[in-house]
């Protein structure tokens, strides 16, 4: 009896575990809270809270720990906990330790995209993950009539160099085949469809360390400076070049800038920490942030000119009023520099790349929509498309496209040295992407394959026109040798119709003699015919008349032997 009790009660105990797992159910008391007791409690206890983070019970381990949350129902990628137990992030969970066995990751994964179940009688946890819409507002911001292209720019470079270094800087228009390569003092104008270099702005300033078109298409903006000693930002009018205003008197080179949607505004951040915002109608100081605790990376204004975005070489990011600059949001997540930050075209969508190798999402309220594992190593830039999609350059070299969501389109291969920046082309076909090695090119986004490449430190004019003139006479010489070839081919072409023209008489005779040998064979064959049944006609008749000769020459014989025999016997008789 005691067996029997002792046997019901153990089913009692395991037939709500079963129920779950028949019914595809991970709960934490019975999956995943023995593999934290194996692998974290030692460290993450009540007791003894490492980083105030608690995982020996499902409430410490909901609450999170010193960082804030740590998971997010439904979404494994976006939880920190699977960040770290996975070790795409610092610190690594175990520390000192291989990752856990792919099987028990495997039953976190589970359990978070399953929506965190405490046990077999919960029911999941909703996810607070904003959802992604897509992209509806691609035109917004496009400029009336035909957008603008570089009409009257200069085609001498500033300087040239046997060498071309690290080229981290490169824009395109959102409505033109237009792209904007950085290289010392100058920007170069590429047409994207043809490759053909536009023009040159020159960038008397220093080293030009960012160039981003305005939503229009109409200006575009070049900041940058000399290190620890000046830094500014200035608006070139894309059709003719000319330098319309300078904003900014860092004391230290500009690394981060873009200008309002609206063009009334221009931010700049550097190495001071600072993020100066000004008026680009009389060049005053509109605002100043003094929030970040590191040098500012990145800004970056949303196209519908409501907010403005800032991030630094601490992993911080923070989300502003853009007329004010009011604090509106601060987005925590990357833990090391954030390196590049860009809006979709409406503004539903923030996207940051940090060296963590992260690129996160984030919708305009300041809440993280996602955060993609992009390159190992480190994200070096970020940017969007006009549909929606966006490119990625890394330190690994390569350069990858990626749907709103986040999702993997293609990798579009590697960069001879570290893919610093890309840029999709307005129509969203090509990316232009740079590298370390100062190698700028063009790549099919469809075919993953390189179609073109531009030159970021193009030769002095002189040498452009001495190569040219050296190209003009190879081209010349491969004319003239194609012109003898053909010269030759049209001989041998000649001689050959001569050769069939004498070949199709030749036939023609043959053809002629065979006819009328043809015709005399018909006429043979027709006189042998007739010969046949003339020789038929005459031979009956000779045939019948030697029988009558035979048969006369018969009775002849007969007839002489009859007359001999008479004689014989009348002689006979006689005597």
Request: charge should be neutral.
């Amino acid at each position: 009896m005691s067996q029997r009790i002792s046997i019901f009660v153990l089913l009692a105990l395991v037939m709500p575990l079963s129920i779950a797992r028949s019914a595809g159910k991970l709960t934490f008391e019975a999956d995943v809270k023995p593999i934290l007791r194996e692998h974290c409690f030692a460290c993450h206890n009540q007791d003894d809270a490492e980083s105030s983070l608690a995982l020996d019970s499902f409430e410490g381990l909901m609450t999170g720990g010193a960082s804030g949350e740590v998971l997010v129902a439904g979404d494994p990628e976006g939880s920190r906990l699977w960040k770290l137990v996975t070790h795409q992030e610092e610190p690594k969970m175990p520390p000192d330790s291989d990752k856990l066995p792919e099987n028990q990751l495997q039953v976190l994964r589970g359990w978070i995209k399953g929506g965190l179940l405490k046990d077999a009688d919960s029911k999941p946890i909703k996810s607070k993950k904003p959802a992604i819409a897509k992209i509806d507002a691609a035109n917004l911001g496009k400029p009336i009539g035909e957008p603008a292209m570089p009409e009257q720019l200069f085609h001498e470079p500033v300087l040239w160099t046997q060498k071309t270094g690290p080229v981290d800087a490169l824009a395109t228009s959102a409505w033109a085949p237009l792209a904007a390569v950085a290289w010392q003092r100058q920007i170069s104008f590429y047409d994207t469809n043809t490759y053909q270099l536009l023009g040159i702005i020159p960038y008397v300033d220093g080293v030009p360390r960012v160039v981003r078109f305005s939503r229009d298409g109409g200006l575009v903006l070049v900041a940058g400076g000399r290190h620890a000693a000046a830094g500014s930002a200035t608006l070139f009018d894309v059709k003719t070049g000319a330098r319309l205003i300078t904003l900014g008197d860092e004391l230290d080179i500009v690394l981060a800038a873009d200008i309002s949607p609206d063009l009334s505004l221009v931010a700049i951040g550097g190495p001071k920490k600072k993020v100066r915002v000004y008026r680009v109608a009389d060049g005053t100081l509109a605002y100043q942030i003094n929030k970040h605790t590191n040098w500012v990376t990145a800004v970056g204004f949303s196209p519908d000119g409501k907010l403005l975005a800032t991030a630094d070489r601490n992993g911080g990011a923070l989300l502003w009023q853009a007329a004010a600059g009011h604090e509106r949001g601060d987005l925590r997540g990357h833990k090391v520099a954030i390196t590049s930050l860009d809006w979709r075209a409406d503004s539903a969508i923030l996207a940051t790349a940090s060296e963590d190798g992260t690129v996160r999402l984030w919708n305009p309220a300041g809440q993280q929509i996602k955060s993609i594992a992009a390159h190992p190593g480190g994200v070096l830039s970020v940017r969007f498309s006009q549909a929606g999609d966006w490119v990625s350059t890394g330190r690994d070299h390569h350069v990858k496209t990626w749907k709103s969501d986040g999702a993997a389109i293609a990798d579009l291969g590697k960069m001879p040295g570290i893919a610093l920046a890309a840029a999709f082309s307005h129509d969203g076909i090509k990316v232009i992407a740079s590298d370390f090695t100062g190698e700028v090119r063009v790549l099919d986004v469809a075919s993953k394959k390189q179609v073109a490449t531009l030159q970021a430190n193009p030769p002095l004019l002189a040498k452009r026109l001495a190569d040219a003139e050296k190209t003009l006479q190879q081209n010349q010489q491969k004319l003239q040798t194609t012109k003898t070839n053909e010269a030759t081919q049209l001989a041998a072409l000649n001689q050959g119709k001569a050769a069939h023209t004498a070949y199709q008489d030749k036939l023609a005779k043959t053809q002629a003699a065979l006819a009328a040998a043809k015709k005399q064979h018909q006429d043979l064959t027709s006189t042998l015919a007739a010969q046949q049944q003339n020789l038929t006609a005459v031979r009956q008749p000779a045939e019948q008349a030697a029988a009558l000769l035979a048969e006369a020459s018969k009775l002849l014989k007969q007839a002489q032997a009859e007359s001999t025999e008479e004689t014989e016997t009348k002689q006979l008789a006689e005597l």
